[in-house]
């Protein structure tokens, strides 16, 4: 059964880089046609799509975090990874990595399966 | 990017049915999914395409879409679903975006 786990530092100071690993067990990356995406959900907020990273390498992240997010893919560990650079206090989250799955012929895109989540506090 | 609205609460007495809206632009080309998020824990997908449950959710739930709307209803509610729902999509830019949540609350 697929199983995800994020890791990461829980405190991050303003400025640096937020990074994260998402640990992916029972199914290889590398021999899947799945794409892993990344959302996020301040304290006591709704949640906030990321970054998707397409099993043929592609990325797409959302406007307002484009010019900040960096997502890959590492199948010698069999995980994804997400750096969030120059982060601010906005940045603090719970950060979740989830199995994108896009049905492009269906026109259904959805999030089948979610990691537990990481909480990440930005503060100096 | 396209915004998806939901209603920000609603309240339903147990074991009657309850419908929970998104509405959007995007919603006219493209399926919603729907997600269900207990206090403390990660979001579970409910609803995905054109009404179709992952193993495991109940058949209480159930999906329909109409134009720019789209709507989650949960036929004779248990306390178990008392929780935060989202909707989410993608638009034509290619940004999947999440509703603003919708807080059910079983009396």
């Known amino acids: 059964q697929l199983q995800l786990q994020e890791s990461g530092p829980g405190l991050v100071k303003p400025s640096e880089t937020l990074s994260l690993t998402c640990a992916v067990s029972g199914d290889s990356i590398s021999s899947s046609t799945s794409s892993w995406g990344w959302i996020r959900q301040p304290p006591g907020k709704g949640l906030e799509w990321i970054g998707t990273?397409?099993?043929?390498?592609?990325?797409y992240y959302t406007p307002s975090l484009k010019s900040r997010v960096t997502t890959s893919v590492d199948t010698s560990k069999n995980q994804v990874s997400l750096k969030v650079r120059s982060v601010t206090a906005a940045d603090t989250a719970v950060y979740y990595c989830?199995?994108?799955?896009?049905?492009?012929?269906?026109?259904?895109?959805?999030?089948?399966?979610w990691g537990q989540g990481t909480l990440v506090t930005v503060s100096s | 990017s396209s915004e998806l609205t939901q209603d920000p609460a609603v309240s339903v007495a147990l074991g009657q049915t309850v419908r929970i809206t998104c509405q959007g632009d995007?919603?006219?080309?493209?399926?919603a999914s729907w997600y269900q998020q207990k206090p403390g824990q990660a979001p579970i997908l409910v609803i995905y395409?054109?009404?179709n449950r992952p193993s495991g959710i109940p058949d209480r739930f159930s999906g329909s879409n109409s134009g720019n709307t789209t709507s989650l209803t949960i036929a004779g509610t248990q306390a178990e679903d008392e929780a935060d729902y989202y909707c989410?999509?993608?638009?034509?830019?290619?940004?999947?975006?999440f509703g603003s949540g919708t807080k059910v609350t079983v009396l």
């Open positions: 989830a199995r994108h799955v896009w049905d492009v012929l269906g026109f259904s895109y959805y999030f089948d399966l």
């Open positions: 995007s919603l006219r080309v493209y399926y």
């Open positions: 990273i397409y099993y043929s390498g592609g990325t």
């Open positions: 395409g054109k009404n």
């Open positions: 989410n999509s993608r638009d034509s830019s290619g940004n999947h975006v």
